[in-house]
């Protein structure tokens, strides 16, 4: 019994951060809201770029590689996240986690080639 009341202890703990996580920022949001000046006025709705008027619309569209470029680069940088703390542990894990930190670059490797044959790390 003393078991279950320390699992709904936790659970407790984390139903009141995420409640404070939910109920903070809303309170602050709305004390902003509250307590800022309203003064609208048509300046106020207009672009602004650099002290200049603006003379054409401001969307400009991109080439979507851009886009899978930098999904790319996120990819394969969160896989440095992966590998910190293996390196750290490496004498602890011994060679069972060598096999499987291989095998997580290989698939890694597998998932660059791809990207390279569909020629999506084509920059133009």
Known sequence: MELLNVYQNNYLI???F???GVLLPVVALYLGKLLRPYKPSDAKYTTYES???PFHDS???FNVRYYIFAL???IFDV???FLYPWAVAYDKL???ALV???IFVAMLLIGLVYAWKKKVLRWI
């Open 94 to 96: 011994g060679i069972f």
């Open 14 to 16: 984390v139903f009141v």
């Open 51 to 53: 002290g200049i008027e």
């Open 79 to 81: 896989e440095t996240v």
């Open 100 to 102: 499987e930190m291989l």
């Open 18 to 20: 995420l409640c404070l």
């Open 59 to 61: 969307r400009v569209q």
């Open 72 to 74: 790319m680069f996120v």
